[in-house]
């Protein structure tokens, strides 16, 4: 069966950090688009940062660049969102997502593109 699992989400101050780790099952992370997103409350879903296969290209969105960083650990088949000098506006539902087709390359990071998707973690930046 293939499930996406994400957990690392929590309440932390402004300016700190998050890591965000989404575990893949029934199918290996490394072959297919995969990436993170997010929802705040009243807004759309939007990408954040994805990867595409087959060099790892990745994609971050202009509101995160410098502040995140995007992963993948092969032996774990587990992806990871680093998150460093989160500020309130980093509220959100976060998501991890992959394309049900491997090897298929993905510019960009648009949720529409991404079929298996994980149950959310909340992330909530505030003082």
């Known amino acids: 069966q293939v499930q996406l699992v994400e957990s690392g989400g929590g309440l932390v101050q402004p300016g700190g950090s998050l890591r965000l780790s989404c575990a893949a099952s029934?199918?290996?992370?490394?072959?297919?688009?995969i990436g993170w997103f997010r929802q705040a409350p009243g807004k759309e879903r939007e990408g954040v940062s994805c990867?595409?296969?087959?060099?790892?290209?990745?994609y971050y969105a202009d509101s995160v660049k410098g502040r995140f960083t995007i992963s993948r650990d092969s032996a774990k088949n587990t992806m990871y969102l680093q998150m460093n000098s989160l500020q309130p506006e980093d509220t959100a539902v976060y998501y991890c997502?992959?394309?049900?087709?491997?090897?298929?390359?993905?510019?960009?990071?648009?949720?529409?593109?991404?079929?298996?998707w994980g149950q959310g973690t909340q992330v909530t930046v505030s003082s």
């Open positions: 029934g199918f290996t992370l490394d072959y297919y688009p």
């Open positions: 997502a992959a394309h049900n087709s491997a090897w298929y390359r993905i510019s960009g990071c648009g949720p529409d593109w991404y079929d298996v």
């Open positions: 990867i595409s296969p087959p060099d790892g290209s990745t």
